[in-house]
C-alpha cells in the first residue's frame, strides 16, 4: 500500500481546489509542499522575497478572479509576508497564504522560526487555522480559500507545522474525499426592488448625474452589462485609476480628462464596486459638489453610508446584478444633456485639458520630461500593438510615474492597469508584472480581457519604488518572462537634487562632512543609477536612455525581445519643485491651528 506525505496532501488540497499556479520562497520544511504541487501539475514561481511573492499572490488573485495562493516558511517568512496580506486587505484581493511553522511538541520551547502565526495574522485575515491533524488539511484548506474569496474578498492563511508536513498516512482515501473538488463561485445577490425604483429615480431627476466605476467592478468581471448601461443611458463616467477599462477609454461619455469639473458639478453620484476613500476624496467638498448625492453600489455592509455614502439609496449586492436590475427599471430613458450645462462644462474641461497635456508632452529637452517620455513610449507601443485589441498590461508604481502615467495610457478593456493601488504600496511593481504574466501567458491563461491572446506586460517603475524589488528580475529571467520595465530615473524620491553631476557629488561631500545645509535630501537616491545593468547581469536585455530616439528605438527592441529587459530612462531631476503627491490632496480643510 501506498505511503503519503503530509506535503501530498496539502498539494492535493491546492489542486483539488484547481490552483493553477504557487508563489513563494521555499525552506524547510516548505520544500516538499512545493516539489509535492510541482508533481501534481501546479506551476511554482520561486521568488527572491516573500514581499514581492505575496504580492504577486494578491494581484493574481484580481486579475483571475479566484484566490493566489503563496507559500513561504515560518517565522521570518510570515513576517515579510504580512506586506501582501496588508495590501489584499486594502485592495479587496482574494489571496491565500500557507507558511511552514515549527513541530507541534516544541511549541513554546523556542523552536526553529517559531512564531504563534495563528494569533499573529487573526486580526488581519479574514481566517487563520493551523489544521490539528493530516486529515484536517483538505477542509482546513479549502475553508481558508472559500473564505478569503467569498464576500469582500481579502486574506486567509493556513499554518502547517513541520510534522504535519512531514506526517505519514498509509491510505489516501483516509483523506476525506467529501471536500475535494472546485469549489464553487459565491452566489451573486441584487437588490430589493423598491430600492432600484429609488436609485432610478434619482437618476432621472438628476440634473448632472456621474458613474464612478472602481477595480471592484473590473473584478466582478462587470464591464458587459456597465457597458450597456453606459451606452443605454448615455450617462457621464468616471473611472477610478484600476477601473479603466471596464468602459473603454475612448468611449465619449468618459469624463476622465474633466476629473475636476465632475466631481465638482456631479449631483447625483453612482459609485459602482469603488469606496469613498482617499482616491475619492471622501466624497467630500470643495473637490465634490458640496449637494451631491452618492449611491454605493457595493458587496462589503462596511462600506455602505461610509463617508459621503448615502445609505439610504445604497444596495448592498454585486455589481453585475444591481446594474442590470438598475438598466432594467430605466428602461429606454437616456439623460438629456440639455437638461444643465453640465456636459458642456465637461466637455470645455476635456478639451482645454486635454490641450494641456499635449502641450507638456510635446516638451522636448534634455533631460527629458515625464510627459514626453510617456508620449514617446505610448505612440511606440500602439504602433507595435493597437490599442483595441488589448495586448499590453500596464504596471505602474512611484508617486510621479503612476499619478502622471495613469492618463497618459489609455485602456480598451479592465484589469489590464495595476497600480499601487488603495494602501499606495511602493514595491508591488515587479511582483504585479510577474503575475500578470503568469495569469496571461501560461500555457493555460486564468485571466481574460481583450481579443490579443498574448499580452506583453510593461511596468512603469519610479526609481524609488524599483528599488524595493529590483531583484526580482532574476526571477524574471529564470522563468524566461519577457516583461519590459522602463524605470523613470530622477535620482530621488519624488524629485531628485540635480541634473548635473558635478553639483551632485559636491552635496555628496557636504552630506558625508556632516555639513547642516548643502548636502543631499533626504530625498535623495544615487545619481543616474545604472539600473540596466541589473537586467543585464540576470541575462536579460538593458538600455541606458537619454534622448527621444535612444527612448522609442530601446522602447521597439525591449517590446519585441523575448527575454526581460530594463530601460533606464534618465529624465530631468525636478530639483526645487514641491514634493507633494497630488492624490493625497484632502477636500476638507483643518480648523485651527495648533499652537505650540
Keep these: 500500500m501506498a505511503t503519503y506525505t503530509g506535503a501530498h496532501i496539502i498539494a492535493r488540497s491546492l489542486r483539488d481546489a484547481h490552483v493553477k499556479v504557487l508563489f513563494g520562497i521555499v525552506g524547510i520544511p516548505v520544500i516538499e509542499i512545493a516539489e509535492e504541487a510541482i508533481k501534481l501539475g501546479i506551476r511554482f514561481i520561486g521568488f527572491r522575497n516573500e514581499q514581492a511573492a505575496s504580492y504577486a499572490a494578491s494581484a493574481y488573485g484580481y486579475l483571475t478572479g479566484r484566490p493566489g495562493v503563496c507559500l513561504v516558511v515560518g517565522g521570518p517568512g510570515v513576517l515579510h509576508a504580512l506586506a501582501g496580506i496588508g495590501n489584499s486587505t486594502a485592495n479587496a484581493f482574494p489571496f491565500l497564504l500557507l507558511a511552514g511553522s515549527s513541530e507541534s511538541h516544541l511549541i513554546s520551547r523556542g523552536a526553529f522560526q517559531e512564531l504563534d502565526a495563528v494569533s499573529f495574522l487573526n486580526p488581519h485575515t479574514k481566517f487563520a487555522i493551523r489544521p490539528l491533524s493530516l486529515e484536517a488539511i483538505p477542509v482546513c484548506i479549502r475553508k481558508a480559500y472559500r473564505t478569503a474569496w467569498y464576500g469582500r474578498p481579502g486574506p486567509g492563511f493556513v499554518d502547517l507545522p513541520a510534522d504535519l508536513i512531514q506526517g505519514l498516512v498509509e491510505d489516501e482515501a483516509e483523506i476525506s474525499e467529501a471536500v475535494t473538488g472546485r469549489i464553487p463561485e459565491a452566489p451573486r445577490c441584487g437588490a430589493e426592488q423598491m430600492k432600484i425604483k429609488d436609485i432610478a429615480q434619482a437618476i432621472k431627476g438628476a440634473k448632472a448625474p456621474l458613474v464612478v466605476i472602481g477595480k471592484g467592478a473590473a473584478y466582478a468581471r ?22 479603466k477599462g471596464v ?3 475612448s468611449h465619449s461619455a468618459n469624463a476622465a480628462s474633466a476629473r475636476s469639473t465632475a466631481l465638482k458639478e456631479a449631483d447625483v453620484v453612482l459609485v459602482l464596486g469603488a469606496r469613498l476613500n482617499w482616491i475619492l476624496h471622501f466624497g467630500d467638498a470643495p473637490k465634490w459638489n458640496p449637494a451631491a448625492t452618492f449611491i454605493q453600489v457595493d458587496i462589503s455592509a462596511d462600506e455602505i453610508g461610509k463617508n459621503g455614502g448615502d445609505a439610504s439609496l445604497s444596495v448592498l449586492g454585486d455589481v453585475q446584478v444591481v446594474v442590470s436590475q438598475i438598466i432594467q ?5 437616456q439623460y438629456s444633456p440639455a437638461s444643465s450645462p453640465y456636459t458642456d462644462h465637461l466637455q470645455a474641461a476635456k478639451s482645454k485639458n486635454e490641450a494641456a497635456a499635449s502641450q507638456k508632452a510635446a516638451v522636448n ?20 500593438s493597437p490599442q483595441e485589441k488589448g495586448g499590453v498590461v500596464y504596471i505602474s508604481e ?10 497618459v495610457f489609455p485602456l480598451e478593456y479592465p484589469r489590464l492597469r495595476l497600480d499601487a493601488g488603495t494602501y499606495a504600496t511602493m514595491g508591488v511593481g515587479l511582483g504585479y508584472a510577474i503575475a500578470a504574466h503568469a495569469a496571461y501567458n501560461s500555457p493555460f491563461p486564468e485571466a481574460i480581457s481583450g481579443s490579443a491572446p498574448r499580452k506583453k506586460i510593461v511596468a512603469f517603475e519610479g526609481d524609488s519604488a524599483f528599488g524595493f524589488s529590483a531583484m526580482e528580475i532574476e526571477t524574471m529571467a529564470r522563468y524566461n518572462m519577457d516583461i519590459l520595465m522602463f524605470v523613470l530615473n530622477n535620482g530621488g524620491v519624488y524629485h531628485g537634487d540635480s541634473d548635473d553631476a558635478e553639483a551632485w557629488l559636491a552635496m555628496q561631500k557636504k552630506t ?10 533626504s530625498t535623495s537616491l544615487g545619481w543616474e543609477v545604472g539600473y540596466e545593468k541589473i537586467a543585464e547581469a540576470c541575462g536579460g536585455q538593458g538600455f541606458l536612455v537619454r534622448t527621444p530616439e ?13 527575454r526581460v529587459c530594463v530601460v ?5 531631476a525636478g530639483k526645487g519643485k514641491k514634493l507633494e503627491f497630488g492624490w493625497q490632496a484632502s477636500g476638507k480643510k483643518p480648523g485651527k491651528k495648533a499652537k505650540l
Design 550 to 562: 535612444e527612448l522609442e528605438t530601446a522602447t521597439v527592441e525591449g517590446f519585441q525581445s523575448g
Design 365 to 384: 529637452q534634455i533631460p527629458m520630461t515625464y510627459a514626453h517620455v510617456f508620449d514617446i513610449i505610448k505612440n511606440t507601443l500602439h504602433a507595435l
Design 247 to 249: 468602459v473603454a477609454d
Design 568 to 572: 533606464n530612462v534618465v529624465i530631468e
Design 329 to 333: 427599471e430605466l428602461g429606454h430613458w
Design 512 to 521: 558625508q562632512e556632516g555639513a547642516e545645509v548643502g548636502g543631499l535630501r
Design 398 to 407: 512611484g508617486a510621479n510615474t503612476m499619478d502622471i502615467s495613469r492618463s
Design 222 to 243: 462587470a464591464e458587459h452589462v456597465i457597458r450597456e448601461f453606459i451606452n443605454t443611458s448615455h450617462l457621464p463616467f468616471l473611472p477610478t485609476p484600476m477601473g
